[in-house]
């Protein structure tokens, strides 16, 4: 017989009701806890309603503190309230050069061109194109921008910015960063028409966690399924770990999926105790399946020797030298990869490793 049809339905009782509720795409009728960076964003693109410049600011705050929903939220009010602006969201992580973002930027205004055998200059054209017939604003949100190799940040924050003073057209930017030394970094030519206005977001207090998580739990779990105490572990988790709601999140939707794989029809302490490290380390293995082939050929050869000098990984790759110091910079931003600098007589040697987990 077939299992699944031998399976009695009563005893698949799962706890949940809603699970889209735990995704990180999930989208909170109310968003908690952020009224004050929600209102300052959208004083800077008021004036949109009365087709004047908007202020392109920075969204800056470390991962897990509701940038991204904040951004998303902003764009589709703006779309409620008006027609004259058109909102764009581009995850730079997934879209890691100028060119790539620009096509995104194109399909999302319904004007798809191929990408094969075009410079990120050609495309730039197109876009000047399409927005001058469009006659809407472009108010482009660039999330984990910092993620970008140095030439192509600025190359697309340029293209972005100063599209008022080259092309006529008034398009805003909105920079979601995760580290404060972005702004330093800024090439000068960008940095006065981005930094109009930088909202913080602070981590998330313990008391702010518990309601978030609390207002998942309600909205996902069947009433009654989730003990109090295993959101309370999931909340110290998230506090623990820089104030990370989606950690939070994620650490609880486990949870439920462990009740499930148990059969307990309850989340209980223990399922919450249980999946703590596998939260951290399926949202490790996100963050490395979003990272380019480049990038993965860099780590897969630093994780196959173990310890390298950079110079001999650099003879080892087949890759331009500037593009792997890039690659470099942004696997350490993310926790992969270590560095240690040797200082002999000789000169400097930097000693890259793996992250051990």
């Known amino acids: 017989m077939n299992i699944f049809k031998n399976l009695d339905s009563s005893q698949i009782q799962s706890v949940f009701r809603n699970e889209s509720v735990f995704s990180p795409d999930y989208m909170p009728a109310e968003i908690l806890h952020r009224e004050i960076e929600i209102r300052e964003a959208a004083l800077n693109l008021a004036p949109i309603m009365k087709q004047k410049r908007a202020s392109s600011m920075v969204f800056f705050g470390p991962p897990g503190t509701g940038k991204t929903t904040v951004a998303r939220h902003i764009l589709a009010q703006l779309k409620e309230a008006t027609g004259r602006a058109r909102g764009v969201y581009i995850n730079c992580w997934e879209q890691g050069y100028r060119y790539a973002i620009l096509g995104e930027l194109l399909a999302a205004f319904d004007y798809p061109v191929s990408r094969r055998g075009r410079s990120a200059d050609e495309l730039l054209s197109y876009a000047v194109e399409m927005l001058k017939k469009d006659g809407k604003t472009p ?25 008022k003073e080259n092309f006529g057209i008034d398009a805003a930017v909105i920079a979601l960063v995760n580290k404060e030394i972005f702004v330093s970094k ?29 207002e998942r739990a309600k909205l996902g779990f069947v009433p009654g399924a989730c003990e109090e105490d295993a959101i309370g572990l999931c909340v110290g988790f998230a506090a623990r770990n820089g104030g990370d709601a989606r950690l939070g999140i994620n650490a609880l939707w486990l949870a439920g999926k462990e009740a499930d794989k148990e059969g307990s029809g309850r989340v209980l302490p223990a399922h919450a105790e249980k999946v703590k490290a596998a939260a951290q380390e399926l949202m490790r293995k996100e963050a490395e399946q979003n990272l380019s082939s480049e990038e993965k050929k860099v780590l897969e050869e630093i994780r196959k020797a173990g310890r390298i000098q950079s110079g001999e990984l650099y003879s080892r790759l087949k890759l331009n ?37």
């Open 139 to 163: 108010l482009v949100v660039l999330d984990e921008v910092d993620m970008l190799p140095v030439e192509e940040r600025d190359g697309i924050l340029y293209d972005l910015l100063r599209m």
């Open 186 to 214: 800024l090439d000068r030519r960008i940095r006065s028409s981005l930094l109009q206005s930088v909202i913080t977001f602070n981590p998330y207090s313990p008391k702010q966690l518990r309601d978030i998580l609390y």
């Open 321 to 357: 030298e500037r593009s792997v110091r890039n690659y470099l910079s942004k696997l350490e931003e993310l926790g992969f990869v270590e560095t240690v600098e040797i200082r002999s007589k000789d000169g400097n040697t930097r000693i890259l490793m793996p992250v051990k987990r």
